[in-house]
Nanobody, 124 residues
Framework: QVQLVESGGGSVQAGGSLRLSCAAS????????MGWFRQAPGKEREFVSY????????SYADSMKGRLTISRDSAKNTVYLQMNSLKPEDTAVYYC?????????????????WGQGTQVTVSS
């Protein structure tokens, strides 16, 4: 049974930072791409970032580019999302997702497994 568990969310003031973690269990994930998405109240879920199976390729949403760093520790089956200079519009539930391919992209349909999400709230 594949399981993804996010952590690291919370409440911060604008300009602050958070580091999200996503721990995967159930199988080895070192060959598979992983991504982060977010959903704000009243809005559709949207792409945030992704990292390829070996960590050699990354991608970021334009709205957050320059403020994010995605990384992975294959030995720990964990992917991280460092978020800096947070803005109130970054407030959302953040989800990690696992794609069963080495490379993936921005489309949610490319991801097979999803975590339950972690809340990020940024106050002005």
């Amino acid at each position: 049974q594949v399981q993804l568990v996010e952590s690291g969310g919370g409440s911060v003031q604008a300009g602050g930072s958070l580091r999200l973690s996503c721990a995967a269990s159930g199988r080895t994930f070192s060959s598979y791409a992983m991504g982060w998405f977010r959903q704000a109240p009243g809005k559709e879920r949207e792409f945030v970032s992704y990292i390829s199976g070996n960590g050699g390729r990354t991608s970021y949403a334009d709205s957050m580019k320059g403020r994010l760093t995605i990384s992975r520790d294959s030995a720990k089956n964990t992917v991280y999302l460092q978020m800096n200079s947070l803005k109130p519009e970054d407030t959302a539930v953040y989800y990690c997702a696992l794609s069963m391919t080495f490379y993936s992209g921005t489309n949610q349909n490319d991801y097979k497994y999803w975590g339950q999400g972690t809340q990020v709230t940024v106050s002005s």
